[in-house]
């Protein structure tokens, strides 16, 4: 790299929702700011999420100072139990998202990390940088956004954040720093544009509280309330108005159970004694007692809701007269199983309060007004969008240039840009490996384009497995033709159709008999062709077909 | 049935979304309104449509009359070429509705099918059943709703309909003929409940000309307009807005090309000479005088719009400079598809107007304020919410009962309920066969649950197969095992994994060997188990495991 000059390399979390990770350059030092994990996309069959490709950093392994974290969402901590089983290097957040983060790690056998809690307004020195942390408010205590102090310059990384005014744990966003940060200047700013395309400001928090104290006020029984597992604000304000109207609170579901369990030792949740009680307790008081504070807010199948929803929760029957606030908007991809999971409440009989009909969820991301509120107080002179489809990287991009920053200082950049700033000039000057590496089970990466393809095909119209034993020596069949077939048709209704197949295999075997042919590959071309074909004609279905020959 | 009562048997369209089908039934005289298909959910992979199982139609094959069309949306009438293979029976349809529905049946080999072309205002007398075509607005020209006279009651069946006052072929909504059937008495009214979430009124079609108008104002080069290939309104309002601004139009992909031929033809669509023009034309024009009208507005992606996106469209590339107009909502499940192809259209520096920045698109479907319209002016003594996610049922019953209707004379019902009607008494009284009937290439019900479950586990851990030939006298491995994988993991990269999953297999089958068990299903068990756990513990995957023994 260029001496002396200051390089931030987007690794992910450009033009995709999630898998966020920076890295920031300055010499031969280099710091990384998050390490997030994606969920897969619908082609992506098979796969359990998704985590940046980091030869980069691999390829400069003894360079890596420190990973610095801004709040503790999947999307920002969850590649980190994948990552440090290959870097070990120390870990910088704020005690929550280091709470959570401990947990992953546990689970995924990832011991002796050197994780390091730091608090809001707390300064680490990495190398030739020095990170400062400074309060923000996010649907996640504890987030914060990212000062790096560089010799070229200083980066502002904004992490995920809203502006809330009345934040429901009253920590208010450190505005003063964000303006104290822009008197002394700053060089480059990184902020979230998530909600680049909505005009106006995020509602607070609190909103939320008031919906719920309308919705309490009417349920005659159960309350059920399912939210994001680790949106503490969210269950904060449930006990708050479970305590109001003096119900009891159960949390269902293992992921909000951890993350409640984190918060409550560490102080960012608050329950008088005796409020949340155990879930086997909920039928030792009347229903119109009772809250559950559940996951499942995105209609995943396996999460309590679902099951719930769908009669097979072991604990938890829905009755007619539940009232079920399924507080959280669909992650795009999610509107249908979200669906399908009201849908299957309603038919129980319960009442069920949702996005579309109530205000019973907001954003933990800045809308437009509060963007303008963040760009005009640190006033950077360079602008990197940062986390968002790409569409969202442009709308933010403009929202830049309407407040006057000069076109050829916003950088829409995607994974792996390599992107160089001196005090005066920044330019694109390279790239770098990155991309998408995939988890399925234990295997990390070893899932690639010929496996998908591979399963995308099967998924569409399954397989015929077409198995003969030949005889090499006089080029002629012993046993078979055998086929066999998964997720092509219905085998039992399909016997004539196999049949035919099956004599289409056995003159084509019988041609290369007559003609000595003895290439296996040959013959197994041959085989897939013919019966490719027939069945194509038959069905109007391009099964895989998968020839085998054992040779005796 | 009840001796004089008449009967109601939604076969489809209740708590999902398209598929759209109800029966009506009076002693031995049945008619059908609707035959529509709807699109394969998630996880019915590998399937191309949905349409309603009609058993019960079947098993009365003698008994109907005729088959009544309220617009040609595919979920309206895309089940006929289908259905009329199986039940010869009258089609009775507007003049637009029967001319798309002729296309879809020539491309299916229909023939010999009695279509009847109706104008709004004509009556048809059906059996014991009088049947009136209304005049309604939808994002189709020459949608009606039905009115149908039996000696029971009159049944007022909506379709799919909005209110337009200023409709864009200024053929306005029949209120009159609503009101005058609401005067006389009507027993039971079926109406379309798909925007029954939304409050308010739905904006006018010409809502998005104004839009339009704006866009081309400020487009300096081409123009690429993208919406629902059947929406006649929306296409003329580009043609009369691209006249406005000097600009030719051409249009592009097969089913918009087919609908607006069809429009042409039937005056439904009008264009002055010389506006339209072929899409090789295009070159012909500067970029600033031409407008491409085209599909692909759900991000489908074989749809031309998406190959454009992908610089994969053998006729037209994106360029910087263009405009491209996303002139529709996504529907629900195609959210990530749509946001995908804006990104790729940004990404080849195009502008994108699409709906979460502007006001481009307008619903076909009434909203609160002008369903409650539809049910003070036709004052129903009985109430059936039709179209839509359940959700959007019980929301449409909530609906009616606020207006005052007792909430015993409400059914929300699901597909196959039998709706029974006296003049003063309704009730649901039985349950017919009602259900999905997948479609997959030229196999009409032939995938199923078996089928479908082999896909879904090939689509997630592929498939291995273990062959291995086997003397049966003997009891003993002539041949193999050998094991073929795919879609588990990549087998160059896995050879360590296959060797030791062959190990463990050709173990297996020496403890059979010695044992001199020959029960091919017992080793074929034995197998599978045994290569099951070992893949289990390695992979924490779980793929299909297919033993095939070759006997010789």
Redesign the interface.
């Known amino acids: 790299m260029s001496k002396g000059k200051l390089q931030i390399i987007p690794l992910g979390g450009l033009?995709e929702i999630g898998k966020n990770m920076t890295v920031v350059r300055y010499g031969n030092e280099i710091i990384v700011i998050d390490c997030g994990l994606s969920f897969p996309?619908?082609d992506m069959?098979?796969i359990d999420l998704v985590i940046p490709d980091i030869t980069y950093l691999l390829e400069n392994r003894d360079l890596v100072k420190a990973i610095f974290l801004t709040h503790g969402h999947e999307d920002h901590i969850g590649a980190l139990p994948y990552v440090l089983k290959q870097l070990t290097v120390p870990v910088y957040g704020t005690r929550l998202t280091l709470g959570i983060l401990e947990g992953r790690l546990k689970e995924n056998g990832v011991a002796n990390s050197s994780l390091v809690a730091v608090k809001p307004g707390d300064q680490i020195q990495a190398g030739a940088f020095k990170v400062g942390f400074i309060k923000v408010s996010h649907s996640i205590p504890d987030a914060v956004a990212l000062s790096v102090r560089t010799p070229v310059g200083t980066i502002v990384h904004t992490g995920d954040f809203k502006l809330d005014q009345t934040p429901v744990d009253n920590r208010v966003t450190d505005f003063h720093r964000f303006a104290e940060l822009g008197d002394q200047g700053v060089l480059v700013m990184l902020a979230d544009s998530t909600n680049a395309?909505r005009p106006g400001f995020t509602a607070s928090e609190r909103a939320v509280g008031a919906t719920f104290d309308d919705a309490f006020r009417k349920a005659r029984d159960r309350i059920i309330i399912a939210t994001f597992s680790s949106n503490v604000h969210r269950i904060q304000q449930a006990i708050d108005t479970a305590c109001k109207f003096k119900r009891k609170v159960a949390i269902l579901g293992r992921s909000m159970v951890n993350v409640a369990n984190i918060a409550l030792e560490q102080g960012y949740l608050n329950a008088p004694e005796g409020v949340i009680i155990d879930v086997d307790e909920i039928n030792n008081y009347p229903a119109s007692q009772v809250v559950i504070m559940t996951t499942g807010s995105q209609g995943e199948p396996m999460s309590a809701l679902s099951r719930m929803a769908m009669s097979d929760h072991k604990k938890v029957d829905i009755v007619p007269g539940d009232t079920i606030i399924i507080s959280a908007t669909p992650i795009?991809?999610n509107?249908?199983m979200v669906?399908r999971t009201?849908?299957y409440l309603?038919?129980q009989g319960a009442d069920?309060i949702?996005e579309?009909?109530s205000g019973i969820h907001v954003s933990g991301h800045a809308s437009q007004e509060e963007l303008k509120l963040m760009h005009n107080l640190v006033r950077p002179k360079f602008f990197i969008p940062v986390h968002g489809?790409?569409?969202h990287l442009?709308?933010h991009a403009k929202l830049a240039q309407d407040l006057g920053m000069p076109k050829e200082n916003v950088f829409v950049a995607e994974n792996g840009h390599v992107l160089e700033f001196s005090p005066d000039k920044g330019a694109m000057t390279g790239k770098v490996t990155a991309g998408k590496v995939l988890v399925?089970?234990?295997?990390v990466g070893?899932?690639?384009n010929?496996?998908?393809r591979?399963?995308?095909q099967?998924?569409?119209?399954?397989?015929l497995?077409v198995?003969?034993?030949m005889d090499k020596q006089r080029a002629c069949v012993?046993?078979?033709p055998?086929i066999?077939s998964?997720?092509?048709?219905?085998v039992r209704?399909?016997e004539q159709l196999m049949d035919e197949a099956r004599e289409k295999v056995k003159h084509t075997l019988e041609k290369y008999e007559t003609g000595g042919i003895t290439e296996w590959s040959t013959i197994k071309t041959g085989v897939r062709d013919t019966l490719g074909k027939f069945l194509y004609e038959?069905?109007?279905?391009r099964p895989?077909i998968?020839p085998?020959i054992?040779?005796?």
Chains 1, 2 share one sequence.
Not at 440 to 443: K, N, V
Not at 458 to 463: A, E
Request: glycine share 14%.
């Open positions: 033009g996309e619908d069959l098979g395309e795009p991809g509107e249908k669906s009201i849908d309603l038919r069920v949702y579309a009909t489809e790409f569409r442009v709308k399925d089970g234990l295997g070893d899932v690639g010929i496996v998908l591979d399963r995308r099967l998924s569409q119209d399954g397989i497995i198995v003969v034993t012993v046993a078979g055998d066999v998964r997720g092509f048709v219905y209704e399909s038959r069905t109007r279905r895989m998968l085998i054992m040779e005796v």
